[in-house]
């Protein structure tokens, strides 16, 4: 990846997370709309994320008064600060207003601004509720979208999809997809429901266009 490349997919990620405040304060999410299913994950997350915003925001206060008579390194830090508190609040903001999408033909399993990835749901073999508390990297053929350290479902396709598993690296092929939900039930058995008509609408379309035989002697 160049750097040119690498630029621009920082700058994306950092417009994301952005937006994602506006969206918050409009109570707005990313995605939402007619025929599409929103399942929430940032629920394990929030009391860190809020807290460590609450840290920063203590720190901003402090340092302002500690540094009053040093007006440029007052500003510098303060600017830092400002944006250390934003950027937390940001994370969050794009858990709640970018959750996991399920549409008529896709499940777009996300992770805030980092991760968005198109999973075909006639594709889909089985979905099942699945805790788990994974570490490290994931193995190859595994995307993992955990969140504080858990993921809840465990989807497996009957082919590989392309998707970008960590920020900033190359595209890679996986088989399997865990993912966090905050309703882990409901988002299982929707899944179900959504990949079986999706099969049955593929396999409908493919016999439509499979030609008849035509009559022995003709």
Request: charged share 20%.
């Amino acid at each position: 990846m160049n750097r040119g490349h690498a630029l621009r997919l920082l700058l994306a990620h950092e417009g994301r997370w952005l937006a994602s405040l506006g969206l918050w304060a409009a109570r707005r999410q990313d995605g939402a709309g007619p025929g599409v299913r929103a399942f929430g994950y940032s629920r394990p997350q929030a009391p860190l994320v809020l807290g460590f915003a609450f840290v920063c925001l203590v720190e901003t206060v402090g340092v302002s008064f500690l540094l009053a008579d040093y007006p440029t390194l007052h500003w510098i830090l303060l600017v830092l600060d400002v944006y250390t508190v934003l950027m937390a609040l940001g994370m969050h903001t794009a858990a709640v207003t970018r959750p996991h999408l399920l549409g008529p033909e896709v499940l777009r399993v996300r992770n805030g601004a980092r991760l968005d990835a198109a999973i075909p749901l006639a594709l889909i073999t089985t979905v099942r509720r699945d805790l788990r508390f994974p570490h490290g990297k994931p193995p190859a053929g595994v995307l993992e979208a955990a969140i504080a350290g858990q993921t809840t479902v465990t989807v497996e396709l009957s082919a590989p999809v392309t998707v970008v598993r960590r920020f900033l690296a190359p595209p890679e092929e996986v088989r399997t997809v865990r993912f966090h939900a905050d309703d882990s039930r409901a988002a299982v058995t929707a899944l179900r429901e959504a990949a079986e008509a999706a099969r049955e609408a593929a396999e409908a379309v493919r016999e439509a266009r499979t030609p008849e035989p035509e009559p022995a002697g003709s």
